[in-house]
């Protein structure tokens, strides 16, 4: 006969009462489903960056006149914007060229954003990934193209995922905030290059300033439009950048791991009690993202530069996050909106060369930009929209 152990007690039996159900919470479930069945709603993917775009460039437009130019000259200048970005072939090989880092670096930011990550550090990513690339790129010799493109492209590469692995393992398994660890790699990232750049290991020989040695012939990018005009800048880089926007969109949307990041963004503890790990995901995330901007990074070297230099990655590391909002966390808007950035940038300067009106208003409207897909609430005012909630929600990230 077998002894009964008696009975411990046992947690307290749940309310039997149904659950209440409010028109609140159903809303909150429909926008938690539709994160993760869905890749984007276009009317508020589309029309809310459109117009965004059309009005930051109206109030571009309303600065530069109040600042003393003549409607006149503001409107040439404009014209001599376009001109420089889509003007010629060569203004369009100068927008792509602008535009490919960014696509990386966009979505190595939009790829965090889904998983309700922050990378804010991009641009120190591109420092190590750029860093890795040229060495390289200079160190080895005699070997043929088809073998040293492809392992200086893996270095820089290898360089980014490395820089942003500490921030992911960091916010596993300590819960460090994401936001103020990459902020501060960005600096280490910064003064590391710098000192490197003066050390034997990477100086050119005979100079004493900060710069590296040129990367071999063989590491080289090859130029696509070369063939046209030798002045024309854009490089293999771009179909690269173009291929890994395709992968993300494919990671994110097709496959079971890009289901696990968006569930993980969408909300943490509904996916840990899925039994997804969510310190995995952060982790895998934060990786993929700084491989990203490391092949940026890569491509910015051994693409147009050929070397490296204090400051080489120009900020392109912190334009990503505008890319990456602009074209709201979503691999086809983040190549659209690269492009529009790259434009702007390309087109900037040919505004400053033909017209009295400086660079920076360009800044200025990539900012104003910024402000209105940021604030979508107030474009659906001004033009007087109904978009629905769960539609402007850019991301589960550093502000939700």
């Not at 800044?363 to 659906?380: D, E, G, H, N, W």
């Amino acid at each position: 006969m077998s002894e009964q152990t008696p009975s411990t007690p046992g947690p307290s039996a749940p309310d039997a009462s149904p659950p209440v159900i409010t028109e609140e919470s159903l809303k909150q479930n429909r926008g938690f489903l539709q994160q993760l069945t869905t890749s984007v709603n276009w009317r508020a993917g589309i029309l809310i960056p459109f117009l965004s775009v059309v009005t930051a460039l109206l109030i571009g437009l309303v600065i530069i006149v109040l600042s003393g130019t003549p409607l006149s000259e503001a409107l040439e200048a404009y014209g001599a914007l376009l001109q420089g970005s889509v003007g010629s072939i060569k203004a369009i090989s100068e927008t792509l060229t602008a535009a490919t880092p960014l696509i990386l670096v966009g979505l190595s930011v939009a790829i965090a954003f889904r998983a309700g990550l922050f990378n804010i550090g991009g641009e120190g990513q591109m420092a190590i990934g750029g860093m890795f690339a040229v060495f390289v790129g200079f160190s080895f010799t005699g070997l043929p193209l088809i073998i040293h493109l492809p392992l200086a492209i893996v270095a820089g590469l290898i360089g980014g995922a490395i820089w942003g692995f500490v921030p992911g393992v960091l916010k596993a398994k300590t819960g460090a905030h994401e936001v103020i660890v990459t902020i501060m790699l960005n600096y280490i990232a910064i003064l590391l290059v710098g000192y490197l750049l003066k050390s034997s290991l990477f100086q050119r020989e005979g100079r004493s300033d900060p710069v590296s040695r040129t990367i071999e012939d063989s590491a080289a990018m090859p130029q696509l439009l070369d063939w046209i005009n030798p002045s024309m800048r854009i490089h293999f880089g771009l179909i690269i950048a173009l291929l890994a926007a395709v992968f993300i969109h494919w990671l994110l949307f097709r496959t079971t791991t890009g289901f696990e990041f968006r569930a993980v963004g969408a909300n943490p503890a509904a996916a840990r009690y899925a039994g997804m790990s969510v310190a995995r995901v952060y982790v895998m995330v934060m990786v993929i993202a700084g491989a990203l901007a490391g092949l940026a990074g890569g491509g910015q070297v051994l693409g147009v530069l050929e070397r490296v230099t204090p400051g080489f990655t120009a900020g392109v590391g912190f334009d990503g996050i505008a890319v990456a909002l602009l074209g709201r966390s979503n691999p086809a808007g983040v190549v659209a909106a690269a492009v529009l950035f790259g434009g702007l940038r390309a087109g900037g300067q040919q505004m400053q060369v033909s017209t009295d009106v400086g660079l920076d208003i360009i800044s200025v409207i990539q900012a104003l930009i910024i402000i209105f897909v940021a604030a979508p609430a107030l474009i659906s005012w001004i033009y007087r929209l109904k978009t629905p909630m769960a539609a402007t929600q850019i991301s589960k990230g550093w502000a939700s």
